[in-house]
């Protein structure tokens, strides 16, 4: 079933869609800090903790049963590459967190492979984040994430983790894997957040 949700953008000239310091690409630059984990959809499974130690699981049947969406967002990578109208489908956080009772303020992003990333709940909710497993039509491809990755738009790119595997939602912000190398904790492109103290 999919929910239609993502209404019409309107016009806008490419530019003014550009955050500062920015550039348009056309192709789909691939960036991994490690190798390309595989993971057997038999095996694949993706949990949500809570700060109470509450732990929903979904295996890859019962993910993909879920409710999805088909953003069109544009993705923006701190390397300066931008690129326009890439179309998704997966899951909102906000069907995910529908049953999980916590009051968190912080989440720690986890991917198979042990790459980390961490952003405030509140990123990803109310329409702003999903959980995608098709790009442009097709099965997302590994070294692109798959068979899951995390997509929160309105963020440099590196925040959007490969292969995820869980969030993990806890009362004090914990830095993850570029957030610990210097990298912005938050990064916004729109105020050019891309390394600690910008
Ligand atoms: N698990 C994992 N997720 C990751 C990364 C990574 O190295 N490992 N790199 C990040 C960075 S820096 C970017 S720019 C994007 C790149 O996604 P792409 O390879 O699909 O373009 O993934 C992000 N997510
Ligand atoms: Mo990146």
């Known amino acids: 079933m999919e929910i239609?949700?993502?209404?019409?953008?309107?016009?806008?000239?490419?530019?003014?869609?550009?955050?500062?310091?920015q550039y348009l690409t056309e192709d789909f630059p691939v960036l991994s800090a490690g190798p390309t984990?595989?993971?057997?959809?038999?095996?694949?499974?993706?949990?949500?903790?809570?700060?109470a130690d509450q732990v929903h699981r979904w295996n890859w049947q019962e993910f993909t049963a879920l409710p999805y969406e088909t953003p069109t967002v544009d993705i923006h990578c701190v390397t300066t590459w931008?690129?326009?109208?890439?179309?998704?489908?997966?899951?909102?956080?906000d069907v995910l967190f529908e049953n999980v009772d916590s009051a968190a303020e912080f989440a720690l992003i986890h991917s198979y492979g042990g790459y980390t990333t961490n952003l405030p709940v509140e990123d990803l909710l109310d329409g702003k984040a999903w959980i995608v497993y098709r790009y442009?039509?097709?099965?997302?491809?590994?070294?692109?994430?798959?068979?899951?990755?995390?997509l929160v738009p309105h963020l440099y790119f590196w925040k959007s983790a490969k292969w995820?595997?869980?969030i993990r939602l806890m009362d004090q912000d914990w830095p993850g894997f570029w957030e610990t190398a210097g990298y912005h904790n938050y990064g916004d492109p729109w105020r050019e957040q891309r390394y600690e103290g910008d």
């Open 37 to 51: 984990p595989h993971v057997p959809l038999d095996r694949w499974e993706f949990t949500i903790d809570t700060e």
């Open 82 to 93: 931008s690129k326009l109208d890439t179309s998704w489908q997966g899951i909102s956080l």
């Open 164 to 166: 995820v595997r869980g």
């Open 136 to 150: 442009d039509g097709e099965e997302l491809a590994p070294q692109h994430g798959g068979p899951a990755r995390l």
């Open 4 to 21: 239609i949700s993502r209404g019409f953008r309107g016009k806008q000239r490419s530019d003014d869609r550009l955050p500062p310091g």
